[in-house]
């Protein structure tokens, strides 16, 4: 997350930066969206237990279980020669996922309303999974991706997690059972793999976000490594990093 939130005031040092890269957590761990309370209604017995993690997003949102899955984070400047505002811009991100998932076989669309109106109306009030929301991707009634934005002045972040396997969902377990929340998790979640009925690997989607997201910024995507955007070089020649981080 404190790289993430580099990359961000990266971004923001100049006029056409873009910078885009993917991870997966070892331990497995709990990210909390930037205004969601906590420790309070956790059950941090079992969080210890488990042996994981906890992390607090630079983006918003609602907590997510990252264990078995994808995540993502795109940096960019606003409005940059892409001609971008914040709403374009997350969009772009919810589109060039959706169209890397629809490439796996998953059909995928943009949502438009919540799923649960008046469900999120205060953030932790329940795990990101547990409902979706404009701008966040779903396949037929499930929501198959989180996606969260933070922006400051010149520049955007855009976090998304893609669960590639069902554990996501076990969140439920670390929020002391709340009632109803399991059965929330499991109307409104699944995973790219259990709709597709076939394992997917994160190398595999991070090659075809690439490709999306350069396509969508009508730039190429180069690898760099994380130190070439920590020093605040520039972008040479139109392209944006993907950046390498040991």
């Not at 209604?41 to 906890?54: F, K, M, P, Y």
């Not at 198959?144 to 010149?154: N, V, Y």
Request: proline fraction near 9%; aromatic fraction near 6%; hydrophobic fraction near 45%.
């Amino acid at each position: 997350m404190a790289i993430d939130c580099a990359l961000l005031s990266w971004a923001a040092g100049g006029p056409d930066r873009a910078v885009f890269r993917t991870y997966d957590w070892e331990p497995s761990a709990i990210s909390l969206g930037r205004a969601e309370p906590f420790p309070a209604g956790w059950d941090l017995g079992a969080i210890r237990g488990a042996g994981l993690d906890v992390v607090r997003r630079p983006t918003g949102g609602d907590a997510v279980l990252h264990d078995g899955e994808l995540t993502f984070a795109l940096a960019a400047s606003l409005p940059g020669p892409w001609d971008l505002g914040p709403r374009g811009f997350a969009n772009l991100v919810a589109e060039a996922l959706g169209e890397a998932v629809r490439g796996l076989g998953v059909p995928a669309d943009l949502v438009l309303r919540p799923t649960s109106p008046g469900q999120a109306a205060r953030p932790g009030a329940a795990p990101c999974f547990a409902l979706a929301v404009p701008g966040e991707l779903r396949s037929g009634p499930f929501k198959i991706a989180g996606i969260a934005s933070r922006f400051t002045r010149g520049a955007a972040l855009c976090h998304a997690s893609v669960p590639l396997s069902p554990r996501h969902r076990e969140i439920a377990r670390f929020r002391g059972e709340r009632p109803g929340e399991r059965e929330r998790l499991l109307e409104h979640a699944r995973s790219v793999p259990e709709i597709l009925g076939s394992p997917v690997g994160g190398a595999e989607l991070g090659r075809a976000l690439v490709e999306a997201i350069a396509a969508r910024l009508r730039t190429r995507i180069e690898s760099a490594p994380l130190a070439a955007c920590m020093a605040g070089d520039p972008v040479q020649d139109g392209a944006a990093h993907e950046v390498e981080v040991a």
